[in-house]
């Protein structure tokens, strides 16, 4: 019996040492990514369009920046994103390859059945440590508001009173924009970064917070991070511009 009762014992042990190998010893650090709120904006449906690259550059793949700024940008609390490639099949589709004015944004937005369409240009692109990028970024599209297609019974009978037949629709258009250059040998910068990586526990790995330095990848995305969080928390907002012009 004793010698039962120490084989189970051994046994208990091996299963808790496998236990821990599995799930880890010891309080768990728990892991907040960047979340971006902006909540006076609603639930919206963005899509994001092929990167313009104006750097004078080459050494990045401009579709693949979109990609990571899609997948920055499905951070932002309220927000569905409508991947790049979709953008792209439709421009294909048009013989272009990017959006070439705000009309031609504003069409995209129909044709996708968005909310809006967010267009962005690299204006700088140096990557090596300390990496310099250059962003400027436009949001295209349809104020939130009620869905197309919802109707208020209070606003009709107003319009009828008025000799409407139909409801106006919300007019579509610039809603923000913002510019910046992120050099991280710039204080303010690198005060922004090391937040970020907190946040995205960088400190798993081997290069710790700078990781978001190092790698020319992880830049991009604090990169379209930040620009997104500006867009969509007023910090670039849009004023007087209901009319659209080409650029």
């Not at 037949?165 to 690198?190: K, M, N, Y």
Request: glycine letters at 10%.
């Amino acid at each position: 019996m004793p010698a039962a009762r120490s084989r189970r014992g051994w046994i208990l042990l091996a299963l808790g040492i496998t236990g821990c190998g599995l799930v880890g010893c010891g309080p768990q650090r728990r892991v907040e990514p960047a979340v971006i709120t902006g909540s006076a904006w609603g639930p919206m449906t963005i899509a994001v369009a092929p990167a313009v690259n104006l750097s004078g550059g080459s050494d990045f793949d401009r579709d693949r920046f979109a990609d990571l700024m899609a997948s920055e940008l499905s951070y932002a609390a309220g927000v569905s994103v409508i991947p790049v490639s979709r953008v792209l099949g439709i421009l294909a589709v048009q013989g272009r390859d990017t959006v070439e004015s705000p009309t031609h944004a504003l069409e995209l937005v129909e044709l996708l059945g968005a909310d809006a369409i967010l267009v962005f240009a690299v204006t700088e692109y140096d990557p090596y440590d300390p990496p310099s990028i250059g962003l400027s970024a436009q949001l295209y599209g349809t104020r939130p508001g009620p869905r197309h297609g919802a109707v208020d019974p209070v606003a009709l009978s107003r319009q009828a009173g008025a000799g409407a037949t139909a409801p106006r629709e919300t007019p579509r258009r610039l809603l923000g924009q913002c510019q910046r250059v992120f050099d991280a040998a710039h204080e303010s910068v690198a005060v922004e970064v090391r937040e970020f990586a907190r946040l995205r526990n960088a400190d798993g790995s081997p290069y710790g917070r700078r990781r978001y330095v190092v790698s020319q990848q992880e830049y991009i995305r604090f990169c379209c991070h930040a620009t997104i969080r500006a867009l969509l928390n007023g910090q670039g907002q849009a004023s007087a511009v209901d009319a659209v012009h080409e650029w």
